[in-house]
């Protein structure tokens, strides 16, 4: 921690919030909120002169609100910068007459009331997302008696109550009534593995965190007796086999079987257990002097402000998605953007460690070079045909299309730089004046005419875009989910390039059902191009009833990458539409649209 | 040979069993041959191995080809490879096409091996119909901010921007909270070795 602080090529900002992302690999423009902390950060020498003075006290969220701290505090005391905060919300206030002490107090003045947020502008090639997780709050496991009993604590408390900087100073002890004690439980998965209340995954950690507590327990205090009630201990990495015997040669007493039930002892505070034994298969009453819950861990509940920000995908846990499990374990889907620790599943230190290392080597790939190649995806405008109405550069989610002037007859212009391909300007100007490289009409229109050359009717067309969509069909094939084999795939960038002439299209050559897939709003890859896609949809569903053709015909998903169950449900059930439709329907539907297009 | 002719190569992976246990790869090949504008179609047990991938590079050479169709794995996975090798024999990577036949054919119809044949040689016709119009492409470079960003200040953070810092990269180490640390530096001591996690 320290050396971060002391890096000559490392800025910190702390308290601090990435506020705007812009631009693409290589060339990101970031906003960042640095918070008005109230004490000059340079300044500070950490002497905590201040606090003395200061008469407002809270609960310490680094102590778990086991002990307090002032308005104006160091989180902890090893915190890096090394310097004293005040949370302004809780201060009683500026003028002499509120408080003001703390400045009265600090000879060196550091102390700022009229400290503003500020407003860093960035430019970098490359992010790593590092934002980590959150720890289970045990609240809505009413049965653990969390809330109800003191003695009843998470795997964080006893953290902070067993550290010598802990608010007992080290001299461990159990909440109600300070004493040392003689009987301690620890109940295993708690918030995790479970169907019904909290996570379906198991977090990893707390299975070895356990059984280092134990142990720490064991060092220190060998007379406590130690039980571990569990559901399989998962001791798999180097070294755990090894720490889990020790545990159980000092004694730690493990048993298979999760408590169903806890009481408080209202005289004594002691905890009563029930739990069967699955081992033994019986039922056992334990009475025990404290009881920790070893709590998993989550995704952060902000986690979506970072993935709209960077257009990243989440898996159905909420943890970041990889490009791929086995092969791409710390890329993502936006170019330049790298994962690393528990932001992208629950892990220990070691393993968040590896992979930090392994994105700043990939992001290092990146670093290295002077320029990279962006891929040829980019518009073609043909001049001949556009009439300047400036539709293609008002839907570009990049603002990548220029200079257009309906009004003085001005054409467009493409920054290429800009573009990031998503073929929505294509698809929405009016004349077909745009195309886009690689993704071209011409080219599409030969996918759908071999797609649909033969037996039409039997094939359900699906535009599936690349990022989101596709992949969740590439999903349901990794996963072996089984579907009918109707579906006929055509990829595109993003959702947003599939034009009505192509739906139109597909319905002329017989095809009996069309699905337009595509991102889940929050994650479409171009900013908001899949709303373009919405609209476009719903104005053709208005036309094909209009033209008495049913517009359940055309189908919507949005279907993300980790959604192969949907891919695979989805294509389950347009099957079911698919055989519903009448070789009389098609016919119509071909002849009322010839007419048209 | 004129100039514009179009001279399409077709490889079929079998991708040992992942392919080849649901779909009849050779009935796959057979049909592909016989698409208009393919001059070659070819089985491979493995077409991504460094065999599979010579084999590529060497049709295309002796047989003049200036399109590929890789019917396999998804475009997702291996198309930076498959563009790699045919432009390490000069074909701009944009000439190539791919069939996604194991993602989205062999693995999700495992148990009917006739349907799966007939879907996975649609899938083939299809890219063999947009392979005939692909055209090479220029790809656009853009130079590299030199710099980067790790958001979050935990364990992770702190690695990376450490090791991207060491390497001689500027870093810029955005923290949510007063300080650095994360959850780790509220841990007294950790697992597996035991001491003081600060
Ligand atoms: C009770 C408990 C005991 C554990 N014991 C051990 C052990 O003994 N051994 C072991 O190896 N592992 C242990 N672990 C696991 C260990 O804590 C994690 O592996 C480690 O903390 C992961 O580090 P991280 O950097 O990924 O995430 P975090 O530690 O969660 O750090 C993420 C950081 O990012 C910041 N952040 C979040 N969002 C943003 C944002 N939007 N912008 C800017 N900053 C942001 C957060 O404030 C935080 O500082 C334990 C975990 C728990 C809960
Ligand atoms: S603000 Fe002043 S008194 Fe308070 S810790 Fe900093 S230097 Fe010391
Ligand atoms: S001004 Fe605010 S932070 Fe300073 S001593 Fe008074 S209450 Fe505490
Ligand atoms: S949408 Fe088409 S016609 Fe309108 S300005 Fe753009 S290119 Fe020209
Ligand atoms: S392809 Fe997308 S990003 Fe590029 S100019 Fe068109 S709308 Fe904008």
């Not at chain 1, 009881?291 to 989440?314: A, M, N």
């Not at chain 2, 701009?92 to 091996?113: F, G, K, T």
Request: net charge negative; hydrophobic share 35%.
């Amino acid at each position: 921690m320290m050396d971060v602080g002391r890096h000559p090529r490392i800025k910190l900002l702390a308290y601090s919030e990435v506020e705007e992302v812009s631009g693409y690999v290589g060339n990101f423009k970031v906003k960042v909120r640095k918070k008005a902390r109230y004490v000059d950060e340079e300044e500070c020498t950490a002497c905590g002169d201040c606090v003395e003075v200061c008469p407002v006290i809270r609960p310490d969220e680094y102590q778990m609100g086991l002990s307090s701290r002032r308005a104006i505090y160091i989180p902890f005391p090893q915190g890096v910068p090394s310097s004293y905060i005040i949370n302004i919300e809780e201060c009683l206030g500026v003028q002499p007459i509120a408080c003001g002490k703390c400045a009265e107090k600090c000879d060196k003045g550091c102390i700022d009331f009229d400290m503003k947020d500020q407003i860093v502008e960035l430019e970098v090639g490359t992010i790593i997302v590092a934002v980590g997780m959150e720890v289970y709050d045990p609240t809505p496991l009413d049965e653990y008696g969390y809330t109800r009993f003191e003695n009843v604590i998470t795997t964080l408390e006893f953290e902070r109550l067993i550290d010598s900087g802990g608010p007992l100073e080290g001299h461990f002890a159990r909440p109600t009534d300070g004493k040392m004690l003689k009987r301690i439980g620890f109940i295993q998965c708690v918030g995790s593995r479970a169907e019904r209340r909290g996570n379906p995954y198991c977090s990893n950690i707390c299975c070895m965190n356990t059984v280092k507590d134990s142990l720490l327990l064991r060092d220190h205090y060998p007379e406590i007796d130690i039980t571990v009630f569990y559901l399989d201990m998962r001791a798999f990495g180097k070294g755990f086999e090894d720490l889990y015997k020790r545990s159980k040669d000092a004694g730690v007493r493990y048993v298979r079987g999760l408590p169903g039930e806890v009481k408080e002892d209202p005289q004594t505070r002691n905890l009563l257990v029930t739990v069967e034994n699955t081992t033994a298969c019986r039922l056992e009453e334990h009475e025990l002097d404290m009881l920790v819950l070893s709590v998993g861990l989550e995704p952060r509940e902000d986690s979506k402000t970072i993935q709209q920000l960077l257009s990243l995908s989440r898996t159905t846990d909420g943890f970041f998605l990889e490009s791929h499990p086995k092969l791409k374990p710390v890329d993502t889907s936006t170019r330049g953007v790298f994962l690393a620790g528990c932001a992208e599943g629950p892990k220990d230190i070691k393993e968040s460690v590896t992979q930090a290392s392994a994105a700043a080597a990939r992001a290092q790939i990146i670093l290295n070079q002077d320029k990279i190649p962006i891929e040829a995806i980019t518009p073609i405008i043909d001049y001949d045909l556009c009439n300047f109405c400036g539709r293609c550069a008002r839907v570009c989610p990049y603002g990548a299309i220029v200079d257009v002037d309906p009004k003085r007859k001005v054409p467009p212009r493409v920054i290429e730089a800009a573009c990031a391909g998503c073929g929505t300007c294509s698809a929405e100007c009016p004349v077909g004046a745009i195309t886009q490289r690689h993704f071209g009409d011409e080219q599409i229109f030969a996918q759908l005419e071999a797609m649909l050359g033969e037996r039409p009717e039997e094939k359900i067309v699906v535009f599936a875009c690349h990022w989101c969509s596709y992949a969740g069909g590439d999903m349901a094939g990794v996963s072996r989910l089984q579907y009918p084999p109707s579906a006929r795939v055509i990829r595109t960038m993003c959702s947003g390039r599939t034009g009505e002439r192509f739906i139109l299209r597909a319905f002329t050559l017989g095809a009996p059902i069309v699905l337009v897939s595509g991102c889940h709003f929050a994650d479409c890859h171009y900013i908001n191009a899949n709303r373009w896609t919405q609209r476009r949809v719903e104005r053709l569903w208005d036309r094909l009833e209009r033209a008495s053709i049913r517009p359940e015909r055309l189908q919507l998903e949005w279907i993300s990458a980790a959604e192969g169950q949907k891919f695979a449900r989805t294509m389950r059930e347009l099957e079911e539409m698919r055989k519903k439709v009448t070789p009389e329907e098609i016919e119509y539907t071909k002849q009322v649209l010839a007419e048209k297009v | 040979m004129p100039e514009d002719e179009v001279r399409i190569g077709v490889f079929v992976c079998e991708c040992g069993l992942n392919i080849a246990g649901s779909v009849d790869c050779e009935a796959v090949r057979d049909y592909a041959e016989r698409l208009p504008g393919v001059a070659l179609a070819v089985r491979n047990r493995y077409t991504c191995s460094d065999p599979g991938q010579e084999e590529i590079k060497k049709a295309i050479v002796e047989h003049h080809l200036n399109r590929v169709v890789v019917a396999s794995c998804t475009p997702r996975l291996h198309e930076p490879t498959f563009r790699k090798c045919i432009s390490d024999v000069g074909l701009n990577p944009y000439l190539l096409e791919m069939a996604n036949i194991r993602e989205q054919c062999s693995w999700v119809h495992l148990h009917d091996r006739e349907a799966a044949t007939a879907k996975a040689k649609d899938i083939v016709k299809i890219a063999v119909a947009r392979a005939r119009l692909l055209e090479p492409q220029v790809e656009m470079e853009v130079p590299v901010t030199k710099a980067a960003l790790v958001i979050g200040g935990g364990v992770a953070g702190i690695q990376a921007a450490l090791d991207l810092a060491d390497a001689g990269h500027q870093v810029y180490l955005v923290e949510k909270e007063p300080s650095i640390g994360g959850k780790m530096a509220q841990l007294n001591k950790t697992f597996p070795t035991m001491d003081c996690s600060i």
